[in-house]
């Protein structure tokens, strides 16, 4: 999937000329925390968010200025005053936005949003602004892809090589120690692994093999440091 396909296209956006209260007014009434701004020229020009209003001299919020900050950053004190008294959202909007093409892949998508630790990012196309993506539209392309998941009828023994291609394409999977039995669409895992997470993987690829109707783990724990295999159903050294 691709930024494109998940997007909504009927962006809630605000002018740069708009004010303040216009711009809560949309936030509140659209239950949403954050406003992009855009142009008449449909040009992205910044962010407005919850986060940008919370210094405001209607609430008493204001920022203070200190007698450091004029010695090391000039002009601050103005910049403060500006943010937190004026009415138009041009003066308060965050200007760098972090943007996505149409084409760009979602797995992009979400690394961006996690390392910027952003909410929604704007899509593009030569420069203007076609749709938005959020956490919410990722939830719902999952909501889609889960519940049109394909049922598929397949047989042990093709059950059990798409088990191990799929192990075999896992940097951290026990390949060479693991085994599985497959009878009707049930699986036993056999093997050892060197910790619960290990374990738990193992699982959720034989889960997600199509095919599979039950996963039964055999798998014992080995401690790496002293060497002890530990029976799965007692916890105890074997």
């Given at each position: 999937m691709i930024a494109a396909d998940v997007m909504t296209r009927n962006?809630?956006?605000?002018?740069?000329?708009?004010?303040?209260?216009?711009?809560?007014?949309?936030?509140?009434?659209n239950n949403i925390s954050g406003l992009f701004v855009i142009d008449g020229d449909n040009v992205l020009q910044g962010v407005i968010t919850e986060g940008d209003l919370l210094h405001?001299?209607?609430?008493?919020?204001?920022?203070?200025?200190?007698?450091?900050?004029?010695?090391?950053?000039p002009g601050r004190d103005a910049a403060d005053f500006t943010e937190s008294h004026s009415r138009r959202v041009g003066d308060l909007m965050t200007?760098?936005?972090?943007?996505?093409?149409?084409?760009?892949?979602?797995?992009?998508?979400?690394?961006?949003?996690e390392r910027a630790r952003i909410k929604?990012?704007?899509?593009?196309?030569?420069?203007?602004?076609?749709?938005?993506?959020?956490?919410?539209?990722?939830?719902?392309?999952?909501?889609?892809?889960?519940?049109?998941?394909?049922?598929?009828?397949?047989?042990?023994?093709?059950?059990?090589?798409?088990?191990?291609?799929?192990?075999?394409?896992?940097?951290?999977?026990?390949v060479a120690r693991m085994d599985f039995t497959v009878l009707d669409g049930v699986v036993e895992i056999w093997g050892t692994i060197t910790s619960e997470n290990e374990r738990r993987a193992v699982c959720v690829i034989a889960e997600n093999t199509p095919g599979v109707k039950k996963v039964i783990d055999r798998m014992i724990f080995m401690d790496l440091y002293s060497g002890t295999v530990y029976d799965p159903g007692t916890n105890a050294p074997s």
């Open positions: 962006v809630i956006s605000i002018s740069p000329d708009a004010t303040v209260a216009d711009a809560v007014k949309l936030m509140l009434d405001r001299s209607e609430l008493g919020t204001a920022r203070r200025g200190s007698w450091w900050l004029r010695l090391f950053a200007p760098d936005v972090l943007t996505v093409e149409e084409g760009a892949a979602l797995t992009d998508i979400v690394e961006l949003m929604r990012v704007a899509v593009v196309k030569d420069g203007r602004v076609t749709g938005v993506i959020s956490r919410a539209n990722l939830l719902r392309a999952l909501s889609a892809v889960a519940r049109d998941a394909p049922k598929v009828t397949t047989d042990d023994r093709a059950i059990k090589r798409a088990i191990q291609r799929s192990l075999e394409k896992e940097s951290w999977a026990p």
